[in-house]
């Protein structure tokens, strides 16, 4: 059987561990897999790459007028690699890589949408980009139902392009609890008190982690040892959102701009506290499912792929932009041990069944082929 020469384009990513698992589970039998790389947010992504053996390639797209260069730069490396498949992440990655394999005769161009309303909502010229990302693809992957309504209802016209495929979790890495690592991440931080109310969330009004923090305020006052922990900690809310924890004495929280071993860092929390302001700001939002994974409780409102699997068996979920109800939460969880287990426990069997990492290949897979 002729292999099938597949490329994917990155750039301007956050985490990576899900690129690195594909690359490993990818049948090389029937694929050649190589990457193009078009900012040095990969970095980290490639030296693992190429450690494994995978071809990859550098660019250096710093800004917009970059990408007529970097389109003619993808171009040529599709020809050399006799690409037949590409598949693109994220805004930049998608403009560039989707115009250069048109250009190339690619016949097959997928790209994955990773974001819900941001572009309606507050970039209206990104909506133009996104019309154009989809005007190229061949293949529109969506995350979430709500992605899917948004493509299909606000931009229109790719109705028949979409497929919905969750994205998938090695569900083991996050289950196995390494006694040794949780502590020396304990140390490292210094997150000797309880509860520990873990938070991954980027400094983002749609966020919510103003609500989480004046919940917290509320907790300290019966646990005064209780620490908030808020990693992936900037963003364009970086400044109100310090002034806020200002409220907090200073030994009672801690912010993580970046943790490399997410995993093991929650398994450092008691409780998991995520809190979008709607439903539709979050167009998946994996760390729901990390964190069920991960077998620690979830108070959450529902927005993106929560909505189509999250309930009161699974988490306790509160209302949106409520900091009495997420105080409430978890205090449930602090005084009610069985409630909790039951919880954890439901919450591990539905990820399970519903974002297996073996799921999402098949269904990668299919469309690959097809």
């Known amino acids: 059987m002729k292999k099938?020469?597949?490329?994917?384009?990155?750039?301007?990513?956050?985490?990576?561990?899900?690129?690195?698992?594909?690359?490993?589970?990818?049948?090389?039998?029937?694929?050649?897999?190589?990457?193009?790389?078009?900012?040095?947010?990969?970095?980290?992504?490639?030296?693992?790459?190429?450690?494994?053996?995978?071809?990859?390639?550098?660019?250096?797209?710093?800004?917009?007028?970059?990408?007529?260069?970097?389109?003619?730069?993808?171009?040529?490396?599709?020809?050399?690699?006799?690409?037949?498949?590409?598949?693109?992440?994220?805004?930049?990655?998608?403009?560039?890589?989707?115009?250069?394999?048109?250009?190339?005769?690619?016949?097959?161009?997928?790209?994955?949408?990773?974001?819900?309303?941001?572009?309606?909502?507050?970039?209206?010229?990104?909506?133009?980009?996104?019309?154009?990302?989809?005007?190229?693809?061949?293949?529109i992957i969506v995350i979430s139902k709500n992605v899917e309504n948004i493509v299909c209802t606000k931009e229109k016209f790719h109705d028949h392009k979409i497929s919905l495929i969750y994205h998938g979790i090695q569900l083991a890495e996050f289950e196995v609890a390494n006694t040794n690592k949780i502590q020396l991440m304990k140390e490292k931080y210094k997150l000797n008190g309880f509860p520990i109310i873990g938070m991954v969330s980027r400094y983002e009004e749609g966020k919510g982690v103003?609500?989480?923090?004046?919940?917290?305020?509320?907790?300290?006052?019966?646990?005064?040892?209780?620490?908030?922990?808020?990693?992936?900690?900037?963003?364009?809310?970086?400044?109100?959102?310090?002034?806020?924890?200002?409220?907090?004495?200073?030994?009672?929280?801690?912010?993580?701009?970046?943790?490399?071993?997410?995993?093991?860092?929650?398994?450092?929390?008691?409780?998991?506290v995520h809190v979008p302001t709607d439903k539709e700001y979050e167009a998946f939002g994996q760390v729901y499912i990390e964190a069920m994974a991960a077998a620690v409780p979830v108070v959450c409102t529902l927005s993106g792929i929560a909505c189509e699997y999250v309930n009161s068996n699974n988490a306790s979920v509160v209302d949106y932009k409520n900091a009495d109800d997420i105080a409430r939460a978890c205090n449930r969880f602090l005084k009610d041990d069985i409630y909790k287990q039951n919880i954890v426990l439901t919450a591990k069997n539905d990820v399970a069944k519903i974002f297996g990492f073996e799921k999402m290949m098949s269904e990668l897979n299919a469309l690959y082929l097809s």
């Open 210 to 272: 103003q609500y989480a923090i004046e919940a917290f305020k509320q907790i300290i006052t019966e646990h005064k040892q209780a620490i908030l922990v808020i990693a992936n900690a900037y963003g364009p809310e970086k400044a109100r959102i310090s002034k806020l924890l200002q409220q907090v004495p200073a030994d009672n929280y801690i912010e993580i701009e970046y943790e490399k071993d997410i995993k093991t860092l929650y398994k450092c929390f008691d409780i998991f």
């Open 4 to 139: 099938i020469n597949l490329t994917y384009i990155l750039c301007s990513i956050g985490g990576y561990h899900q690129y690195i698992w594909i690359a490993d589970t990818i049948d090389k039998n029937r694929f050649n897999l190589s990457f193009i790389f078009l900012d040095h947010t990969t970095d980290t992504l490639k030296s693992i790459l190429q450690q494994k053996g995978f071809v990859c390639y550098q660019l250096q797209i710093i800004s917009k007028k970059d990408f007529f260069k970097g389109i003619f730069q993808v171009r040529k490396i599709f020809k050399k690699e006799k690409t037949t498949i590409v598949h693109t992440h994220l805004v930049n990655a998608s403009l560039v890589g989707l115009a250069a394999a048109k250009l190339a005769g690619v016949k097959k161009r997928i790209h994955t949408r990773h974001h819900a309303n941001f572009h309606h909502d507050h970039f209206k010229k990104g909506v133009y980009l996104d019309n154009v990302i989809n005007y190229l693809s061949t293949n």
